[in-house]
């Protein structure tokens, strides 16, 4: 198989998990880099991973890679809606002071965020069926059904945690994944699902 040498500062994937970092953005603690200076290295980093890519046999440092660019798309995604919101807020802030309010109530126009959106989801979604054998799809699922619930789709992305508990049990994601599960049962006034929740979390006896 093609072996990539050398790949840019970029295009190196830390070798942690992520999930705690997408479950702290889940409940409101975000240290997520908005600047646009980050974003640009976002651009430059899935430009050449798709150039690296597409000399890649198939293998597991392809997904890796694959896996890479489907997080950068989706890093790409929230620093687009946060810039949207920006326009949206300052739109708003416009119309209000305006006194008499004339015109149509501004709305908050996301198409850019949402195209960046679709296209994580979708290289997940050919990660976790072109490659079912991939060693790291327990955290594949994990941040897509994140992805998901970050995205509104909540009952997508509760079938999805579902769906990890029952494929990967002894998934060191089991109990971030328990854990989310918990916060969105909690979030919705579901306490005794969400006790439950807490509770197999905590039977996990996962440090955090």
Do not use: C
């Not at 050398?6 to 889940?26: D, G, N, V, W």
């Not at 992305?157 to 994944?177: M, Q």
């Amino acid at each position: 198989p093609t072996v990539v040498k050398a790949r840019s500062s970029t295009l190196q994937r830390p070798k942690e998990k992520i999930a705690p970092a997408r479950l702290s953005t889940m409940n409101g603690h975000d240290d997520f880099d908005r600047g646009a200076a980050a974003d640009q290295r976002r651009d430059e980093a899935i430009a050449e991973g798709s150039k690296i890519l597409a000399t890649m046999d198939d293998g597991p440092q392809k997904t890796d890679l694959l896996y890479h660019i489907a997080e950068l798309n989706w890093e790409k995604s929230r620093y687009a809606y946060f810039s949207e919101y920006k326009v949206y807020d300052e739109q708003v802030e416009k119309w209000s002071a305006a006194g008499s309010r004339k015109g149509a109530e501004p709305k908050l126009a996301n198409t850019k965020s949402d195209a960046y959106k679709k296209k994580a989801l979708t290289l997940y979604d050919e990660i976790l069926s072109k490659y079912p054998d991939y060693e790291r799809n327990d955290e594949v699922l994990f941040n897509k059904a994140s992805s998901l619930y970050e995205a509104g789709q909540q009952k997508d992305a509760i079938e999805l945690y579902f769906a990890l508990i029952k494929r990967f049990p002894k998934s060191e994601f089991v109990a971030d994944t328990y854990l989310a599960m918990g916060e969105h049962y909690f979030n919705g006034n579901d306490l005794q699902k969400a006790i439950t929740a807490y509770q197999k979390a905590v039977q996990t006896q996962k440090p955090k």
